[in-house]
């Protein structure tokens, strides 16, 4: 499939994916994220509400595997609610939610770097992997096995350059398509292909630096 390296891309999906579980009620699925814009941008809170409820995680842990930092996460993906709420009349209708917000989160987070300077060099450690592991209460040897290697594996994420950790993590976090992560990063579709492929090269190259075999 695109002469992506499966072998790789098929390891690492099931170990640093995340399922998204939204704190509040499920959202209504009749209503599209589209359709709440539209009706927040008519003044129903209730709206955007649900628009945070949905994505607020998901926010949240992008941020976090972008500056490795929970206090500016945390503030960084707030900021891009509050952005979003300050320009909702500039959505266009025609690319999904989504791919907006993360556009908006994308920039605040390597404004960040950039002032952080610590844009190039990014080292995960357990507590972060912590927050991104689903326990297995009915296997807990298995568990901590997988616990142990996801958290070699985002420390080899944090030793990719920018734009390639932002590519894996919009990828295999998000979940995003090709064309989706294109509207996101502003780079054209083949771009998108050839850097999460190098990405995943340079990502394999570490791993094997590290002595993990997936």
Not at 14 to 20: A, D, E, F, H, M
Not at 138 to 167: C, H, M, T, Y
């Amino acid at each position: 499939m695109d002469g992506y390296p499966l072998k790789l891309a098929r390891s690492i999906a099931p170990l640093i994916r995340v399922k998204i579980k939204v704190q509040t009620a499920e959202p209504n699925p009749v209503i599209c994220d589209n359709d709440l814009v539209a009706q927040a941008i008519k003044g129903r809170v209730s709206a955007f509400k649900e628009l945070v409820e949905r994505y607020q995680r998901r926010a949240y842990f992008y941020a976090l595997g972008m500056v490795h930092n929970p206090d500016d996460a945390r503030d960084l993906s707030q900021e891009a609610f509050v952005r979003v709420l300050k320009h909702l009349k500039r959505f266009d209708q025609k690319y999904p939610f989504k791919v907006w917000l993360f556009h908006i989160l994308s920039n605040l987070c390597k404004n960040h770097l950039r002032q952080r300077n610590t844009h190039e060099n990014i080292v995960f450690g357990w507590d972060d992997d912590r927050a991104l592991t689903i326990p297995d209460r009915r296997n807990p040897e298995a568990a901590l096995d997988k616990a142990e290697l996801k958290s070699q594996v985002w420390k080899a994420i944090g030793q990719l350059p920018e734009k390639f950790r932002e590519i894996i993590i919009l990828s295999h976090f998000q979940e995003m398509s090709y064309d989706q992560i294109s509207h996101v990063l502003e780079i054209p579709r083949g771009s998108v292909m050839s850097r999460l492929y190098y990405a995943r090269l340079k990502l394999r190259e570490i791993l094997e630096k590290m002595g993990v075999e997936l």
